[in-house]
Protein backbone atom coordinates (compact mmCIF):
# COMPACT_ATOMS: atom_id res chain seq x y z
CA UNK A 1 0.00 0.00 0.00
CA UNK A 2 1.30 3.02 -0.96
CA UNK A 3 -1.56 5.56 -0.53
CA UNK A 4 -1.92 8.10 2.11
CA UNK A 5 -5.60 8.44 2.62
CA UNK A 6 -7.54 11.76 3.93
CA UNK A 7 -11.15 11.71 5.06
CA UNK A 8 -13.32 13.48 4.19
CA UNK A 9 -12.84 14.44 0.72
CA UNK A 10 -15.02 17.68 1.62
CA UNK A 11 -16.17 19.75 4.47
CA UNK A 12 -18.18 22.76 5.07
CA UNK A 13 -18.32 24.02 8.73
CA UNK A 14 -19.48 27.29 10.58
CA UNK A 15 -17.59 29.11 12.63
CA UNK A 16 -18.95 27.53 15.81
CA UNK A 17 -18.60 24.18 14.73
CA UNK A 18 -15.64 21.34 15.88
CA UNK A 19 -14.75 18.63 13.21
CA UNK A 20 -11.64 16.59 12.35
CA UNK A 21 -9.92 15.87 9.57
CA UNK A 22 -8.21 12.60 9.20
CA UNK A 23 -5.34 11.01 7.43
CA UNK A 24 -4.08 7.70 7.45
CA UNK A 25 -1.04 5.64 6.01
CA UNK A 26 0.33 1.73 6.15
CA UNK A 27 3.28 2.74 4.92
CA UNK A 28 5.51 2.33 7.88
CA UNK A 29 6.62 6.11 7.63
CA UNK A 30 7.74 7.82 11.05
CA UNK A 31 7.21 11.85 9.91
CA UNK A 32 3.46 12.98 8.75
CA UNK A 33 2.78 16.01 7.67
CA UNK A 34 -0.06 18.97 7.85
CA UNK A 35 0.09 21.49 5.25
CA UNK A 36 -2.78 24.03 4.37
CA UNK A 37 -2.93 24.92 0.29
CA UNK A 38 -4.78 27.79 -0.86
CA UNK A 39 -5.84 28.43 -4.23
CA UNK A 40 -2.87 28.81 -7.00
CA UNK A 41 -0.24 28.48 -3.98
CA UNK A 42 1.99 26.11 -2.95
CA UNK A 43 1.74 24.02 -0.06
CA UNK A 44 2.24 25.68 3.46
CA UNK A 45 3.80 23.63 5.94
CA UNK A 46 1.97 23.51 9.25
CA UNK A 47 3.36 20.39 12.26
CA UNK A 48 5.55 18.18 11.50
CA UNK A 49 4.90 14.39 13.37
CA UNK A 50 8.22 12.22 13.99
CA UNK A 51 7.73 9.17 15.62
CA UNK A 52 4.49 10.47 16.83
CA UNK A 53 6.23 13.62 18.59
CA UNK A 54 5.43 17.46 17.24
CA UNK A 55 9.00 18.21 15.92
CA UNK A 56 6.95 21.73 14.04
CA UNK A 57 4.21 23.66 14.42
CA UNK A 58 4.47 26.67 12.28
CA UNK A 59 3.01 29.32 14.48
CA UNK A 60 -0.24 28.02 13.35
CA UNK A 61 -3.06 29.43 15.19
CA UNK A 62 -4.60 27.24 18.40
CA UNK A 63 -7.78 26.62 16.38
CA UNK A 64 -6.18 23.95 14.66
CA UNK A 65 -4.98 21.09 17.29
CA UNK A 66 -2.90 18.22 15.48
CA UNK A 67 -3.15 15.09 16.89
CA UNK A 68 -1.14 11.55 16.31
CA UNK A 69 -2.48 8.67 17.76
CA UNK A 70 -0.63 6.12 16.13
CA UNK A 71 2.03 5.65 13.56
CA UNK A 72 -0.19 5.43 11.01
CA UNK A 73 -2.73 7.87 11.99
CA UNK A 74 -2.86 11.79 11.85
CA UNK A 75 -5.67 14.21 12.95
CA UNK A 76 -6.50 17.65 12.79
CA UNK A 77 -9.33 19.21 15.22
CA UNK A 78 -10.40 21.96 14.42
CA UNK A 79 -12.24 24.09 16.03
CA UNK A 80 -13.72 28.10 15.84
CA UNK A 81 -12.47 28.73 12.07
CA UNK A 82 -12.30 31.75 10.20
CA UNK A 83 -13.71 32.48 6.63
CA UNK A 84 -9.80 32.90 5.62
CA UNK A 85 -9.20 29.27 6.77
CA UNK A 86 -11.47 27.72 3.75
CA UNK A 87 -8.54 25.90 2.13
CA UNK A 88 -7.41 22.25 0.88
CA UNK A 89 -5.59 20.50 3.65
CA UNK A 90 -3.02 18.13 2.57
CA UNK A 91 -1.93 15.52 4.60
CA UNK A 92 1.66 14.15 3.84
CA UNK A 93 3.92 11.10 5.00
CA UNK A 94 7.43 10.30 4.34
CA UNK A 95 9.80 7.69 5.78
CA UNK A 96 13.12 9.75 6.90
CA UNK A 97 14.73 13.30 6.03
CA UNK A 98 15.76 13.09 2.81
CA UNK A 99 13.37 10.90 1.09
CA UNK A 100 10.15 11.05 -1.04
CA UNK A 101 7.12 12.87 0.89
CA UNK A 102 3.97 10.84 -0.16
CA UNK A 103 0.84 13.77 -0.04
CA UNK A 104 -2.62 12.61 0.14
CA UNK A 105 -5.56 13.62 -1.91
CA UNK A 106 -6.45 16.43 0.47
CA UNK A 107 -9.70 17.91 2.56
CA UNK A 108 -11.42 20.95 0.99
CA UNK A 109 -12.65 22.69 3.67
CA UNK A 110 -14.78 25.81 3.48
CA UNK A 111 -15.84 27.84 6.26
CA UNK A 112 -18.87 29.76 6.27
CA UNK B 1 14.62 33.18 6.56
CA UNK B 2 14.34 30.47 3.90
CA UNK B 3 13.11 31.10 1.09
CA UNK B 4 12.93 29.32 -2.79
CA UNK B 5 12.36 31.56 -5.34
CA UNK B 6 11.21 29.75 -8.44
CA UNK B 7 10.96 30.95 -12.20
CA UNK B 8 8.88 31.25 -14.02
CA UNK B 9 5.47 31.56 -12.94
CA UNK B 10 3.82 30.54 -16.17
CA UNK B 11 5.77 28.94 -19.29
CA UNK B 12 3.68 27.95 -22.55
CA UNK B 13 5.16 25.72 -25.09
CA UNK B 14 4.40 23.58 -28.13
CA UNK B 15 3.89 19.83 -28.04
CA UNK B 16 7.71 18.47 -28.65
CA UNK B 17 9.69 21.66 -27.14
CA UNK B 18 11.47 21.04 -24.01
CA UNK B 19 10.68 23.24 -21.17
CA UNK B 20 13.03 24.47 -18.15
CA UNK B 21 11.97 25.91 -14.43
CA UNK B 22 14.66 27.70 -12.24
CA UNK B 23 15.07 27.53 -8.87
CA UNK B 24 17.18 29.48 -6.08
CA UNK B 25 17.00 28.42 -2.41
CA UNK B 26 18.42 30.61 0.72
CA UNK B 27 19.15 27.80 3.22
CA UNK B 28 22.75 26.55 2.74
CA UNK B 29 22.06 23.58 5.41
CA UNK B 30 19.61 22.47 2.21
CA UNK B 31 20.45 19.11 0.98
CA UNK B 32 17.35 17.66 -0.42
CA UNK B 33 15.27 19.16 -3.15
CA UNK B 34 12.74 17.65 -4.91
CA UNK B 35 9.85 18.47 -7.72
CA UNK B 36 6.31 18.28 -7.66
CA UNK B 37 3.49 18.20 -10.37
CA UNK B 38 -0.13 18.96 -9.42
CA UNK B 39 -2.38 18.98 -11.82
CA UNK B 40 -6.03 20.90 -10.74
CA UNK B 41 -7.81 19.23 -8.43
CA UNK B 42 -5.10 16.61 -7.24
CA UNK B 43 -2.75 16.01 -5.05
CA UNK B 44 0.93 16.80 -5.35
CA UNK B 45 2.86 14.03 -6.85
CA UNK B 46 6.47 13.56 -6.95
CA UNK B 47 8.08 13.25 -10.39
CA UNK B 48 11.56 13.40 -9.67
CA UNK B 49 14.45 14.63 -6.54
CA UNK B 50 17.61 15.33 -6.40
CA UNK B 51 20.14 15.13 -3.05
CA UNK B 52 23.40 17.56 -2.24
CA UNK B 53 25.94 14.66 -3.34
CA UNK B 54 24.47 14.70 -6.54
CA UNK B 55 24.47 17.20 -9.22
CA UNK B 56 22.60 15.61 -12.16
CA UNK B 57 19.78 13.15 -12.39
CA UNK B 58 17.55 12.56 -15.29
CA UNK B 59 14.80 10.19 -15.62
CA UNK B 60 13.23 9.71 -19.12
CA UNK B 61 12.20 12.47 -20.38
CA UNK B 62 12.54 14.57 -17.13
CA UNK B 63 16.03 15.82 -15.40
CA UNK B 64 17.25 17.90 -12.48
CA UNK B 65 20.41 19.97 -12.08
CA UNK B 66 21.74 20.81 -9.04
CA UNK B 67 24.42 23.98 -8.33
CA UNK B 68 25.18 24.20 -4.77
CA UNK B 69 27.74 26.94 -5.15
CA UNK B 70 25.24 28.83 -7.03
CA UNK B 71 22.36 27.85 -4.74
CA UNK B 72 20.03 27.10 -7.77
CA UNK B 73 18.45 24.14 -8.94
CA UNK B 74 16.43 23.73 -12.18
CA UNK B 75 14.05 20.82 -13.90
CA UNK B 76 14.32 20.11 -17.77
CA UNK B 77 11.51 18.32 -19.72
CA UNK B 78 12.43 17.30 -22.44
CA UNK B 79 9.75 16.44 -26.01
CA UNK B 80 6.64 17.92 -23.35
CA UNK B 81 3.25 16.00 -24.29
CA UNK B 82 0.01 17.83 -23.94
CA UNK B 83 -0.38 15.91 -19.75
CA UNK B 84 2.72 17.64 -18.49
CA UNK B 85 0.49 20.83 -18.63
CA UNK B 86 0.35 20.84 -14.82
CA UNK B 87 1.62 23.27 -12.05
CA UNK B 88 4.96 22.47 -11.15
CA UNK B 89 6.17 22.98 -7.42
CA UNK B 90 9.89 22.96 -6.51
CA UNK B 91 11.19 22.40 -2.62
CA UNK B 92 14.14 22.39 -1.05
CA UNK B 93 14.60 21.04 2.89
CA UNK B 94 17.56 20.47 5.12
CA UNK B 95 18.09 17.08 6.39
CA UNK B 96 16.98 16.67 10.14
CA UNK B 97 15.71 15.12 12.93
CA UNK B 98 14.19 12.01 10.67
CA UNK B 99 11.52 14.20 8.84
CA UNK B 100 11.52 16.93 6.08
CA UNK B 101 10.95 20.59 6.68
CA UNK B 102 9.90 21.48 2.72
CA UNK B 103 10.28 24.96 1.57
CA UNK B 104 7.91 25.06 -1.63
CA UNK B 105 8.41 27.53 -4.56
CA UNK B 106 5.75 29.74 -5.73
CA UNK B 107 5.35 27.09 -8.68
CA UNK B 108 4.88 27.09 -12.19
CA UNK B 109 2.24 26.81 -14.28
CA UNK B 110 3.40 24.94 -17.77
CA UNK B 111 1.06 24.53 -20.61
CA UNK B 112 1.56 22.29 -23.48
CA UNK B 113 -0.16 23.54 -26.83
CA UNK B 114 -0.82 20.32 -28.99
Known amino acids: DTEVTQTPKHLVMGMTNKKSLKCEQHMGHRAMYWYKQKAKKPPELMFVYSYEKLSINESVPSRFSPECPNSSLLNLHLHALQPEDSALYLCASSQVTGTEQFFGPGTRLTVL | GENVEQHPSTLSVQEGDSAVIKCTYS??????FPWYKQELGKRPQLIID?????GEKKDQRIAVTLNKTAKHFSLHITETQPEDSAVYFCAASPFSGGYNKLIFGAGTRLAVHP
Open chain 2, 27 to 32: DSASNY
Open chain 2, 50 to 54: IRSNV
